[in-house]
Nanobody, 118 residues
Framework: VQLQASGGGLVQAGGSLRLSCAAS????????MGWYRQAPGKQREWVAT???????NYADSVKGRFTISRDNAKNTVYLQMNSLKPEDAAVYYC?????????????WGQGTQVTVSS
């Protein structure tokens, strides 16, 4: 398994969760790592990305509430989610955009379910 996501669960609105994504070293040693999410009936949407140097970017919908981080020694990227809202409920996927055989290729984790009760 190249990317293994974990940490999802059921939380009340206003609560917090921390997602983790463990990557194989060959994948993690690249640059960007990110999180996406997909709610039922909706397209997968970008949530946040982080460079190997720790620079992060966020979707407007999560800015100020979510924090992406990485531990390069553990080949792991995290998503700390605070002040969760019902609209944050989705399957969350970690992502590693890379090149494979010279072409852009996205590695995806298996997804972890986040459910937010109102």
């Amino acid at each position: 398994v190249q990317l293994q996501a974990s940490g999802g669960g059921l939380v009340q609105a206003g609560g917090s969760l921390r997602l983790s994504c463990a990557a194989s070293g060959s994948i993690f040693s690249g640059n960007l790592m990110g999180w996406y999410r997909q709610a039922p009936g909706k397209q997968r949407e970008w949530v946040a990305t982080i460079t190997s140097g720790g620079s992060a970017n966020y979707a407007d919908s999560v800015k100020g509430r979510f924090t992406i981080s990485r531990d390069n020694a553990k080949n792991t990227v995290y998503l700390q989610m605070n002040s969760l809202k019902p609209e944050d409920a989705a399957v969350y996927y970690c992502n590693a955009p890379r090149f494979l055989l010279g072409k852009p290729y996205d590695y995806w984790g298996q997804g972890t379910q986040v459910t937010v009760s109102s």
